[in-house]
């Protein structure tokens, strides 16, 4: 069982940046991809990027392209998102999640943060 809680949500202005971290109660992130995925009030759930804890190789929703950021800090144990140029289409829930095996662009993971929320004023 792996627990993840995120921090970092908030609101900000068109154009403005937030920065979402995401820590594992147990010390279990070696073993698991590291993701982002957001969901849009009416919308299904969008993947937004990815980090492979290996290697640091990330991927990323062509629609975050250039503006969002995702890594990780082995030493923590934890993984952020540093948002840019941020947009009003960019509100939504944004969880973080664990998956074993590569989840690619899907929204396939095992284990789901409880969701912070980004709001983007126009």
């Known amino acids: 069982q792996v627990q993840l809680v995120e921090s970092g949500g908030g609101l900000v202005q068109a154009g403005g940046s937030l920065r979402l971290s995401c820590a594992a109660s147990?010390?279990?992130?070696?073993?698991?991809?590291m993701g982002w995925v957001r969901q849009a009030p009416g919308k299904e759930r969008e993947f937004v990027a990815v980090i492979s804890w290996n290697t640091g190789t990330t991927s990323y929703a062509d629609s975050v392209k250039g503006r969002f950021t995702v890594s990780r800090d082995i030493a923590k144990n934890t993984v952020s998102l540093q948002m840019n140029s941020l947009k009003p289409e960019d509100t939504a829930v944004y969880y973080c999640?664990?998956?074993?095996?590569?989840?690619?662009?899907?929204?396939?993971?095992?284990?789901w943060g409880q969701g912070s929320q980004v709001t983007v004023s126009s």
């Open positions: 999640a664990a998956s074993s095996r590569w989840p690619g662009s899907t929204t396939q993971y095992d284990y």
């Open positions: 147990v010390r279990t992130f070696g073993r698991f991809h």
